[in-house]
């Protein structure tokens, strides 16, 4: 199997935080979300990962290209798309292919004007009177007009509606369909991410958490919920942000240990839940 994108050991300090030996590959043909708590360092992994911040150490690949001996030619082939529009809002469709086409030796107008007329976008109106989806989808056209073998997204669905979301998750399922491209996506809206991801990168304040298949990720752990009375000391010694009221109690267990928990009501977990949990006391996931 191919890597698309690969990050080896990559590593920043700043006066107030470090990020540390972050290590992870993105396959071709799949999309990865990439997750953790506000704060952790995943906008400053992908500024890194496109060479918008000096790394102090570590290594970046993309289709088998270190990003820094051929910067140039692997910025032809990556699209990427911020939480909020980044270019001049005074600017119209036609001003915006204007002042992009430029940059990149693919661009196809016939293909951005088909986009715009797929993603029904205003053509005269400044980008200013765009909704949030609208710039969304603009932003798309232009990372998918110049043939990106690699979209990077931070946090793009961030103040979209369901049905805004929902289009946006549909272009990236059918972006990857050929098996030559491939999408990073961080986000907060980890139900996003069950619905389209096929692996999962997890950092925690600066450290590697966790990085995977999606569905071994949940897979790995259970819910665990009820009464006091229920739970062994030896259970509890084992049970992942353990909480309690003044009858029951809940928390995260991994699945390996289910043959304990016989006698206790366990259910399956959505990525959020993996995450609060584990976060509760800093758990390892190891």
Known sequence: M?????????????????????????????????????????????KLILNMLDRDGGEIKIDG???LV???????????IFDTYCLCEDWNIADTEKALS???????SKKYRQLITDFTLPEKLPVKRYSRGMQMKL????????DAKLLILDEPTTGLDPTARDELLTILADY??????????????????ERIADYVTYIQYGKMVYTGGKDEFIDSFRRVTGGH????????E????????????????????????????????????????GNMEGYSYE
């Open 2 to 46: 191919n890597n698309l994108l690969e990050v080896t050991d990559l590593c920043k300090s700043f006066s107030d935080f470090r990020l540390d030996n972050i290590s992870f590959s993105l396959p071709c043909g799949y999309i990865m979300g990439f997750i953790g708590p506000n704060g952790s360092g995943k906008t400053t992994v992908i």
């Open 65 to 67: 290209l270190d990003m």
């Open 70 to 80: 051929n910067e140039k030619q692997v910025k032809q082939e990556i699209g990427a």
């Open 102 to 108: 430029p940059f990149f030796k693919k661009w196809d």
């Open 139 to 146: 932003m798309l056209a232009c990372a998918l007009s110049h």
């Open 176 to 193: 990857i369909s050929d098996g030559t491209k491939s999408v990073l996506f961080s986000t907060h809206i980890t139900s996003d991410l």
């Open 229 to 236: 009375q229920e739970l062994a000391v030896t259970q509890k």
């Open 238 to 277: 084992k049970i992942i942000g353990y909480r309690r009221t003044s009858t029951n109690f809940d928390g995260m267990i991994k699945a390996c240990d289910m043959l304990s928990f016989e006698n206790i009501q366990m259910e399956p977990l959505h990525i959020e839940d993996i995450m609060i949990y």
